[in-house]
């Protein structure tokens, strides 16, 4: 899955619309690692009560602003999902998380806590990227910055891809008690004009690229991007690149 989605709305980043019918109708949720609060918000404005953590005070401000701008009314909390969740028993109705789980340090832990919160019959909706190499949007990148600067500059968001194929998450919602489980890979496209366009939306919207690109030169950014435009011609239709996601 991809936080950059030319045909969403701002807002609406991949995948939300089906985590948003994945849990229709609860009444409460809990987005867990909420982030920057855009899916919880989505979710309050389809009417639920919705709780959000995250382990960054920095990043709740943003949720806190995002709420703010779209009229609704959240709770926001500091709360990590590697330890126990500071929730009762059956406290939801339904357990979000959008590219937070493949990021925990034992899955299988933290979904058995999503299920001692959620209440008997509740729902978990969970999103993680594919394998990378369904995801040419960040894996080319990625690729094309370890050719140029070295593998260690290359060497972030390694849990990329992790618990990506649909047995992995199967297998691991299942080993927590879940019932009824069912996953599939949602597929989609990234359209760019150019190499050069990528890089620059990878910087602003994605925080590893951002810290790269700003710690670069001009000549070793015109280098990444011309060894990132190798690797995309192979998704080049007509003028523009259709680029995996």
């Not at 920095?58 to 929730?87: C, H, I, K």
């Not at 357990?95 to 058995?112: G, I, K, Y």
């Not at 890089?199 to 030169?217: E, M, P």
Request: aromatic share 4%.
């Amino acid at each position: 899955m991809s936080e950059l989605d030319s045909d969403k709305p701002a807002g609406s980043p991949f995948g939300t619309s089906e985590l948003l019918a994945a849990v229709q109708g609860a009444g409460r949720i809990l987005d867990a690692g909420c982030g920057s609060g855009r899916l919880t918000v989505e979710l309050a404005k389809n009417g639920a009560a919705v709780t959000g953590i995250d382990t960054s005070e920095s990043r709740l401000r943003g949720a806190r602003t995002r709420a703010a701008e779209a009229g609704v009314s959240l709770q926001l909390r500091v709360g990590d999902f590697n330890e126990p969740l500071p929730f009762d028993d059956g406290s939801f109705d339904a357990v979000t998380n959008r590219l937070s789980l493949m990021a925990a340090d034992d899955p299988v832990s933290t979904l058995q806590e999503f299920r001692r919160i959620l209440k008997e019959g509740g729902q978990v909706a969970t999103a993680v990227w594919s394998s990378p190499a369904e995801n040419r949007w960040f894996s080319a990148a990625r690729e094309a910055i370890a050719t140029v600067l070295g593998a260690e500059r290359a060497a972030f968001a390694r849990a990329f891809g992790r618990i990506g194929s649909t047995t992995e998450a199967q297998e691991v919602h299942c080993a927590a008690g879940l019932r009824d489980v069912c996953a599939n890979v949602l597929q989609g496209e990234i359209v760019v004009a150019s190499a050069a366009e990528h890089w620059t939306r990878l910087a602003t919207d994605i925080g590893h690229f951002g810290r790269l690109d700003d710690s670069i030169s001009v000549a070793q950014r015109a280098t990444i991007v011309d060894e990132l435009a190798a690797k995309l011609e192979p998704h080049r239709s007509g003028e523009i690149l259709l680029i995996p996601r």
